[in-house]
Nanobody, 121 residues
Framework: QVQLVESGGGLVQAGGSLRLSCAASGSIFSSNAMGWYRQAPGKQRELVATITSRGSTNYADSVKGRFTISRDNAQNTVYLQMNSLKPEDTAVYYC???????????????WGQGTQVTVSS
């Protein structure tokens, strides 16, 4: 059984900062790409940022220069530091991880339950 547990969401004023964390637990051999997605009310889920196991990152244009994704491979944890937050960043943020459960298993795609981020103007 593998679980992704997110934390760090909340309510913040525009211009403020939040740091999201997502820890993968359970039977995990190794992790490949990990990332964050978000879904605002009435909109489709969209990519925020991803990071490979070697540390290569990719960001949505809307968050470049404001958000930073990082990870701790030993802890199978991914972080999202969000600075200069805007009301349009308000959404449920979901953690995503591509994990290998054993040395011989295929890569599986896992999602967290989501954490609410609300930015007030």
């Amino acid at each position: 059984q593998v679980q992704l547990v997110e934390s760090g969401g909340g309510l913040v004023q525009a211009g403020g900062s939040l740091r999201l964390s997502c820890a993968a637990s359970g039977s995990i051999f190794s992790s490949n790409a990990m990332g964050w997605y978000r879904q605002a009310p009435g909109k489709q889920r969209e990519l925020v940022a991803t990071i490979t196991s070697r540390g290569s990152t990719n960001y949505a244009d809307s968050v470049k220069g404001r958000f930073t994704i990082s990870r701790d491979n030993a802890q199978n944890t991914v972080y999202l530091q969000m600075n200069s937050l805007k009301p349009e960043d308000t959404a449920v943020y979901y953690c995503n991880a591509h994990l290998f459960r054993t040395a011989w298993s295929p890569e599986y795609d896992y999602w967290g339950q989501g954490t609410q981020v609300t930015v007030s103007s």
